[in-house]
């Protein structure tokens, strides 16, 4: 057992993935069977970064994923760099009023932003970052876990999403 290299074989997955990793998938990747070493490994990691104060952190995502991420505090720096989204505009606009007020029935969607919502909702819906579960003439309104992984959030509670959304406002 070679700490230092299973170490640098989790970092070099964490970085090239792009998104969260299921803690499975990096055992079975990596042939590794000790849950727990595996977790040890991505808290130093993680530590690694905390203590040379880096601008990326190793967070744990939902359901048991991690992701290598920029910090928050470096996010509108490195924002002009990023990947372009191919949700922009109106339709992220309408993903943000759900993910802060939900759940939130589709008609009242109308309400704050007009008829356009419904494409909105389909393309989010077909995206995987919503959720849309009928009730009675209307449908229920909610965020999925792909929504908290692609955010870098723990938790896919609209508790935790509406304070990690006024954080970024503030």
Not at 1 to 17: C, G, R, V
Not at 32 to 59: A, H, P, T, W
Not at 106 to 130: M, P, T
């Amino acid at each position: 057992m070679d700490i230092a290299k299973d170490k640098a074989s989790i970092e070099a997955i964490l970085f090239i993935s792009g998104e969260p990793i299921p803690i499975s998938k990096l055992m079975k990747k990596l042939n590794m069977k000790d849950r727990e070493y595996v977790e040890g490994l991505i808290e130093n990691l993680s530590k690694d970064y905390r203590d040379r104060g880096s601008s990326i952190e190793i967070i744990r995502a939902v359901e048991d994923r991690y992701t290598m991420q920029v910090r928050n505090e470096y996010s509108l720096l490195t924002a002009d760099f990023a990947p372009k989204s191919e949700i922009r505009g109106g339709v992220l606009k309408t993903l943000a009023i759900i993910a802060y007020k939900q759940p939130l029935k589709k008609s009242d969607l109308v309400k704050y932003r007009g008829s356009q919502c419904y494409e909105h909702v389909k393309i989010l819906v077909e995206a995987g970052l919503l959720d849309a579960e009928p009730c009675g003439k209307t449908k229920i309104l909610k965020t999925t876990s792909k929504f908290s992984e692609i955010y870098g959030l723990e938790s896919s509670t609209p508790t935790e999403i509406r304070k990690f959304m006024e954080s970024i406002i503030k």
